[in-house]
């Protein structure tokens, strides 16, 4: 594209959770998996369900919350750490996930994974899913201490990856923190999915909006 500094390669992000794998199937199985292991009820089960909100119920409040409602008596740090460690390896990356992610960077784009969340719970994911394999950076909000939608997260991947921004992608599932902050950053968008309905404003509306991340890939690959 012209304008692009020469010599920079573009920088194609991505969101992690609902995007490139599905986060909201590894929580079910966790969470059947963790109500089965402490011979809890499917009460506790669907009242997690309920109260996951996607997962941006903070996890200390949602364990507290599973405490007082079913008179239990978990000490939450504790849980929130296991679940920091145990969650993740419920996650799967489809192969042709993987393979997509490949093809950008065979292609000579920089491919960085731009997630808000934290570390430890991230960087397992990242690993058991193979996705940071795959990747050239991964830039995890509570590691760099920014979180999207704020623009400055993706030229922090930018920088890390020797990439610019002119003429890249942000793909992704939320509305607010994936497509206003990655037009924010002057970044086209494709937006994944569903998850968070929102109503349509100009600093909300993706260039693109799939159903899956695998219609993203030859769209990036075109442009």
Known sequence: MTGRPAGLPRLACFDLDNTLIDRDASFVAWAEWWVARAGLGRAVFEWLLANDEGGFR???ELF?????RFGLDGDVGAMVEAYDREHPLFTSAEPAVLNGLTSLRTAGWRVAVVTNGG???QSIKLEHTDI??????KCISESVGVRKPDPRIFKIAAEYTGATLEGGWMVGDHPAYDIAGG???GLSTIRIGNHHPTAATPDRTPTYHFESVLQAFPVILAS
Do not use: H, K, S, W
């Not at 507290?64 to 007082?68: F, H, K, L, P, Q």
């Open 58 to 60: 903070a996890r200390p």
């Open 64 to 68: 507290a919350g599973v405490n007082e």
């Open 132 to 137: 940071g394999a795959v990747v050239d950076f």
């Open 119 to 121: 570390t430890l719970q």
């Open 183 to 185: 037009i924010a950053a």
